[in-house]
């Protein structure tokens, strides 16, 4: 069941595979919290070293997500509640505890966002930046 739930998952929303297996949508979010979970707890960052950053918003009313992209491999590596300098700081604990080093963060491509140069100034000193459009 399992299988067929992360399957699913992967294109339907949470309600619609509950109400196709007759199972609670809370059941159908915890399966794919246990999976995915453990799945990112065997990331390993150590070869990431070009990033992307950009937000998005994430509901009405100015709620931005952070997502920061892996550029090599095109794989979305952090998300997170914001679009402060502050990302950068989650992100970088996250990229250290899955065997990333600071220091081999070498390109980053950004809007011009302040907050975003700041904190790549501040957590990735070796990094050049990019601006996108």
């Known amino acids: 069941m399992d299988a067929l739930i992360m399957s699913m998952a992967q294109s339907m929303q949470?309600?619609?595979?509950?109400d196709m297996i007759g199972e609670h949508d809370t059941r159908v979010w915890?399966?794919?919290k246990y999976y995915v979970d453990d799945a990112r707890s065997r990331e390993d960052?150590?070869?990431v070293s070009i990033?992307?950053?950009d937000e998005t918003s994430s509901a009405k009313g100015h709620k931005y997500v952070t997502l920061v992209?892996?550029?090599a491999t095109s794989k979305?590596?952090?998300?997170?509640?914001?679009k402060d300098a502050l990302t950068l700081s989650s992100f970088k604990e996250e990229y250290q505890a899955h065997r990333g080093s600071p220091d081999k963060i070498t390109s980053?491509?950004?809007?011009m966002s302040p907050a975003f140069i700041g904190g790549i100034w501040?957590?990735?000193?070796?990094?050049?930046i990019t601006f996108d459009k």
């Open 14 to 18: 949470m309600s619609e595979i509950a």
């Open 30 to 32: 915890r399966v794919v």
């Open 45 to 47: 960052f150590s070869d």
């Open 51 to 53: 990033i992307g950053i």
């Open 69 to 71: 992209v892996d550029f």
């Open 76 to 82: 979305v590596i952090h998300v997170c509640r914001g």
């Open 108 to 111: 980053v491509c950004c809007d």
């Open 122 to 128: 501040t957590e990735f000193p070796n990094a050049s």
